[in-house]
């Protein structure tokens, strides 16, 4: 439930209605709208970099996850309704309550997914989070067709569509607050407090890198390849709707039935490839995804006809469900039962560098390319081939080992 009520904010503020606003409409259209959309993103992801991996060592000392996914939330949805006071020139506002939700929402979304090892069985870490992502994916689709009915709407009544942003916004935050009612009143926190001892932001950093490095050295790869394919998939999420506009000529309306029809394939991969990944076994599985990726990149770099570019669409909908959710099974099955937030929040930390690094070097490609969307996307390729390659040295089996043998 927590997934379906937060699913609502990426697809409708990063994926498909605030980010092409702010490029097209508060910015003006002006070269540089894109890079200054991915730096205020880039600048709350790096906050979540340096405070996230002490956070989760604080709730998993005090057992205070549900405290603080609380907090989290309500922060999130105050801050996107004020969204709706961001409009034309409005940049520096604009960039900043961006910057301070999207914070919020990955705290949450960090938080969230250090429950799964308490609610789900090691033999279906897979299923479970696929669950979960795949009702997330119903989630966003909930929050944007009623925002694409609320635009119709709005456009009958005579107000543009760049003019229905704020009713938008104000929308998408009320979904998300009554959606998430349902996992406060019904979640519980069922792991005992470890009483470790705190630390500051940049020390447990740099304890967590030196431990994983000499006792989770299967985990550390891990996060060295969710951070090189999250990337890529970062970019997909956060640019998506700015590519269908600037290259394929896609308006409002277009864009929001094309995010539709992806998160459509999300929730089909996400609830079916669950199932397959605890079959065949997390590595494999997440392979397969990865070649997956590197397909819809080159069929969407070289479509020059919609229909073609709709095929890459629907596979980049598919890839997104299944990659998101082994991602998060996949900490699961290494991480140590009763460090379960630290460890999620490390993988936090390294799709948030994820976060800062893809979207930030496809502004800049098109920056230094006076706009060539074609060659950022492709650029974007390179990420799930080294994902791949990092991928290729992680061994489960080992890296369960080691996870049996940590003290709590």
Avoid at 297 to 308: D, F, G, H, K, N
Avoid at 342 to 353: D, G, H, K, M, V
Wanted: net charge positive; hydrophobic share 55%; with cysteine.
């Amino acid at each position: 439930m927590y997934d379906f009520a937060n699913s609502g904010y990426t697809t409708v503020v990063l994926t498909t209605v605030f980010n092409s606003y702010f490029v097209a409409v508060v910015a003006a259209g002006k070269s540089w709208g894109t890079l200054a959309f991915t730096a205020a993103l880039s600048l709350s992801y790096l906050a979540i970099m340096l405070t996230m991996p002490t956070l989760g060592a604080r709730a998993d000392a005090n057992a205070s996850k549900r405290r603080l996914l609380f907090t989290s939330t309500v922060g999130c949805v105050a801050v996107t309704a004020m969204l709706a006071l961001v409009g034309p020139g409005d940049i520096w506002l604009g960039l900043a309550i961006l910057a301070v939700s999207n914070y919020c929402y990955c705290v949450g979304e960090s938080i969230v997914a250090a429950f799964l090892p308490e609610i789900a069985k090691p033999q279906a870490l897979g299923r479970v989070s696929g669950w979960g992502w795949g009702f997330g994916y119903f989630g966003g689709m909930l929050a944007l067709g009623l925002s694409l009915w609320l635009v119709f709407r709005l456009s009958a009544d005579g107000i543009p569509e760049s003019q229905s942003v704020p009713y938008v916004m104000l929308l998408t935050a009320g979904i998300f607050a009554v959606a998430a009612i349902a996992p406060f009143l019904f979640l519980r926190e069922r792991s005992a407090p470890t009483h470790r001892p705190a630390e500051g932001l940049l020390g447990r950093l740099w304890a967590a890198w030196q431990e994983t490095g000499k006792s989770f050295p299967d985990f550390r790869l891990l996060l060295l390849c969710g951070a090189s394919y999250q990337a890529g998939i970062a970019v997909v999420i956060t640019l998506a709707a700015v590519y269908a506009t600037q290259v394929m000529g896609f308006d409002m309306t277009q864009t929001m039935l094309l995010v539709f029809t992806v998160n459509i394939g999300a929730a089909v991969g996400a609830l079916l490839f669950g199932h397959v990944q605890d079959r065949i076994g997390h590595k494999k599985a997440l392979t397969l995804t990865l070649w997956g990726w590197i397909v819809m990149v080159l069929i969407a770099y070289m479509a020059v006809s919609l229909w073609i570019f709709w095929v890459a669409a629907v596979i980049a909908g598919l890839c997104m469900g299944t990659s998101q959710s082994a991602g998060r099974a996949m900490v699961g099955a290494l991480a140590p039962p009763q460090r379960s937030a630290e460890f999620y929040s490390l993988w936090t930390f390294a799709i948030q560098l994820a976060a800062v690094v893809g979207p930030l070097s496809y502004g800049l490609v098109t920056w230094i390319t006076q706009g060539n969307h074609r060659l950022a996307l492709l650029v974007t390729g390179v990420f799930f081939v080294i994902g791949l390659l990092v991928l290729s040295r992680v061994d489960f089996v080992r890296g369960a080992q080691r996870r049996d043998a940590a003290p709590g």
